[in-house]
Structure formats: structure tokens, C-alpha cells
């Protein structure tokens, strides 16, 4: 019950802010793990003023048929298909594309080439590239040459490999698993100022490793 009152109050957050105005003109959608919280913050480097929305894996048209607004730019990374839901995603795409949005999704995960080929004639840009992860793909379409975001996709792939050599890697495995959804957006918008590292994230991270 407390998770449907939650996902109720959510949905009507986003209606309230678009209604109002009060979104930002980036929308930027990732998942929940290290690997996504590397990619949202990268791309919220480069779009400074981005929304960060956070996915369930497989889970995206969940989330994108929420969207109300008109003439955004969405971001998608770090979050692939579920075919059992192909057609509501396509259609929720479509309807943002009549809207004026410009949508860009970047994904390591494989992907059957029909869907690669039918969200492809929809939307902006489709990358689907599984050498890399999702904060490496991130890095080369927004990192700008920019520190911050070349060490966050080296995090993003120490993490998504399990490396896990690096300790900012494991400070924040720790930290997702210390608090999960409540620390996710912290993170994302404390990583885009090129803050690694705060009394907020070493706390949870550290609930992380009593877990």
C-alpha cells in the first residue's frame, strides 16, 4: 500500500510540475544502479538545468507515460526494452515526438535488431553498443572532454563490470544498497558538480556494509 501511495504521489508530482511550468527543458531518465547514477550525472553535467526521472530495468514506458509536456529533449541511458512492452513504449514515444521532444537513448544492453529497428525510425538518436557501459556511452556523447565526467565512466564500468577495484566504486555500491531509491538523485546531481564524495553518500554507504 505505501508503494502505491508513493508511486501515486509521484506521478502526480510530474503532473503538477508540467501543468505549472516548473520542469526543466532536459528530461534525463536512468536506472538505479551505479552504473546508471554514473550516466545520469554525466549527462546532467552537459545539460546543467536537466530532471532527473530514475527507471526500473525493462521498465521505461513505466515512466515516459508520465510525460505531458511539450518540446522537451529526453534522455534515456543505461535502461533497455522489454519486449512484452514494445508497443506501449512505441506509442508513448510517438506521442512525445508529435509533442515536439527530442529523444536520445544510449543503451549497453543487447536488444533484438526488430526493436533496435522500430524505435530507430522513431526517435532522434539510438545508440546500442555492448562493448561498452552506460556511462562510457554517456562520456562519448555528452563527457565534452571533461575530467569529471572521464572518471565517472571509469566508476560506471568498474562498477557494471564488477570490478570493483576502484573505492569511489564501492562507496557508492554500498551507498545504493544503504538507502536505494532515496539516495539515487542525490547522488546523480552531487556527482554532476564533480562532488565525489559527501557526509550524505558515506552514510548510506556505510548502512550499505551493516546490510
Partial sequence: MIVLIKRLLYRI?????ELLGLTSHVYILTHNDTDGVCSGAIALRHFKKGEIFIGRAGMVHETIK???AKNRILVITD????RQYFEEITSHLIRLKKNGWKIIWLDHHIWDPDIIEGISKIIDKLRIDTRFVGGELAY????????VSKKLAEIARDA???????????????????????????????????IF???????????????
Avoid at 562519448?140 to 575530467?147: K, L, T, W
Fill in 13 to 17: 508530482s510530474i503532473f503538477m510540475k
Fill in 66 to 68: 508520465l510525460f505531458r
Fill in 79 to 82: 535502461l533497455s526494452i522489454n
Fill in 140 to 147: 562519448q556523447e555528452f563527457g565534452d572532454n571533461d575530467e
Fill in 160 to 194: 557494471d563490470m564488477v570490478i570493483r577495484d576502484l573505492e569511489l566504486t564501492r562507496l557508492y555500491v554500498n551507498a545504493l544498497r544503504g538507502c536505494r531509491y532515496g539516495i539515487v538523485k542525490h547522488m546523480i546531481k552531487t556527482l554532476a558538480r564533480g
Fill in 197 to 211: 564524495r559527501d557526509s550524505k553518500i558515506e552514510m548510506c554507504a556505510k548502512k550499505g556494509v551493516e546490510k
